[in-house]
């Protein structure tokens, strides 16, 4: 009432029209400027790789996500040609801003296994790139991890999509990353509950370090498992490639090529489609509700036979007291096991794609 009469009863359908129109500048100031406001700083920890450029331009076409720093990993190539080819993309997308830097040079107690096989000789699909305007950035990956964790506490969320050396190392150099919190959430690409993609236990990435793999699942800090089960149901299939190619640009271009590639090689061995593992860390990082996740302990193996690399999830949380008696034990009860993972157990593949797909498609 007060209103109408300070607004006059004729002036009030102008009223409500100044009224709408402010609320609509307002609901579009946030829908713009909210998402940039509220970018989760990522650390993308990279070993290029096919899957990996997927996963850096859908991390850098996301105003979700501000990616902080890329430190590489040896992995599906070696460290040097993962950091040429690294910088490389980030020149493709005029992202020289972003600090990349060179990390550890070998697993930390195995030798390197590269995967040219799967990758192509230059571990981008065979596409050559522009030679890279950025240039590298002189700190060692693991440190430059450690100090940007301490400049932003709380804040950071590391991203690794390969064999987990890089992080491990930075656990290590400085443990106090860990317990008080400064790392926000690792969401890391690794793993698989439901038997491996090298061998019949084991999953590539962590396959490829696993005593690093195991630092990273025992440090104590939040970390969501994007493993095989999510990639291998989220297949890049001939009706996204059509959908990215109906749109052109760099990126689009490169990623079009990238996905054709790995499209045809799926193909080969009769697959549907490819599986999208390392983007599916990154798109979990963008939208949690993408995933649906479990909370299970896993280790990870280092000793076994055929098992070398497996991460042993317990899907119960606990196990078995065998107390001994004499010459034998005895069971007397279970114990609990504290869950140190979210393990992604189910994910929204179409929707996932489709992110994928218009990000990429710059839309
Ligand atoms: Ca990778």
Known sequence: MTILRLVGVSDYPRFIRSVSCLLLVIVLLTALTGPVLAAKKIILDTDPGTDDALALMLALNSQELDVRAITVVPGNVTAAMGLENALRMVSLANRCDIPVAAGAQHPLFQ??????????????????????????????GPDLIVQLVHASP????????????????????????????????????????????????????????????????????????????????????????????????????????????????????????????????????????????????????????????????????????????????????VDKVKPNAKVCVDVDADRFLQLFVSRIRGK
């Open 154 to 333: 709380d804040e950071i969320t590391l991203v690794p999509v390969g064999p987990l050396t890089n992080i491990a190392l930075a656990v290590e150099k400085d443990p106090s990353i860990v317990p008080l919190v400064l790392v926000k959430e690792v969401i890391l690409m690794g793993g698989s509950i439901n038997g491996g993609n090298v061998n019949a236990a084991a999953e590539a990435n962590i396959y490829n370090d696993p005593e690093a793999a195991q630092i990273v699942f025992q440090a104590g800090w939040p970390l969501t498992m994007v493993g095989l089960e999510i990639g291998d149901k989220a297949l890049f299939t001939p009706k996204y490639l059509d959908e990215l190619g109906q749109t052109r640009g760099p990126i689009n271009d490169f990623i079009y090529s990238v996905t054709k590639f790995l499209v045809d090689l799926s193909a080969t061995f009769g697959a549907a489609g490819s599986p999208m593992y390392d983007p599916s860390a990154v798109a979990v990082a963008i939208d949690a509700t993408l995933v649906k996740v479990k909370e299970m302990h896993v280790d990870v193996e280092t000793r076994g036979e055929f098992t070398r690399g497996e991460t042993v999830a317990n899907r119960r949380n606990e196990v078995e007291r065998n107390v001994l008696h004499g010459d034998r034990y005895v069971i007397e009860g």
């Open 111 to 140: 030798k390197l296994i590269t995967a040219e096989f799967w990758h192509g000789k230059n571990g981008l699909a065979n596409i050559e790139l522009p030679p890279s305007k950025c240039k590298v950035d002189g700190r060692f």
